[in-house]
Structures are given as C-alpha cells and as structure tokens.
C-alpha cells in the first residue's frame, strides 16, 4: 500500500462562483475528510487557460491520501454519499461542466 490521491473536478452554475467556492471551502471539503480520515492535505487548482481566457470557472481539487489503499478510501467516501454525509450544493453545476472523481496512486516521487 503507498500514497495515493483522489483528483476531484468540479464547476460552478455560471454567475454562482462565490457560492460555490464558500460550500466548498466550508461545507464539502470537511465532509470528504470526515469520510477520509486518512486525508493529509488539500490543495484546490482554478483553471487557467490561456487560449480561452473567458472559459468558464472549472476547479480541481487534490486530495493526498496518505499511506491508504484506494479502494477502502474509495468505499468509505460511497458510504458517506449514501449515507447523506455529503451535502450538494446547487451552485454546483451538474449538467454542463459536470464535477468528476479519479483516484491515483503513486507512481514515483522524485524530487
């Protein structure tokens, strides 16, 4: 078992940016670490892109997972889903720029 990651994209309804990101920062972050308690660090990414600087807001965020295997972290955050540990947002836009999860482990750490 070595580290691992859970990458989460995720956009805002158009015009509800600021509401997103508060939900996101306040509500939804502490509940994927309740989920996870493995959970070490968490950096979130705006989309920069320089060939369409007026794109649409789109997030990422990266969740260290520590010295965990995937598929328990994986399992534990679908319990909490089902169990209503996770509160949505409607600012979350879940139609156009749906959010998307992938789980990563570490391949190398070169420095």
Known sequence: MGKSALLAWAS?????????ADWYEKVHIPE???AIPSITQ???YRL???????????????????????AEAAQRLGEAVAAGGLV????MDLAGDPPALQWY?????EQ
């Open 48 to 70: 920069v892109d320089p060939a369409d600087p007026g794109r649409p807001a789109r997030f990422l965020t990266v969740y260290d997972l520590g010295e965990v295997d995937v």
């Open 12 to 20: 805002p309804v158009p015009d509800r940016t600021a509401e997103f």
């Open 88 to 91: 949505p947002s409607d600012a």
């Open 105 to 109: 482990a570490l391949e190398s750490d």
């Open 42 to 44: 968490v950096k979130r």
């Open 32 to 34: 994927v670490r309740a």
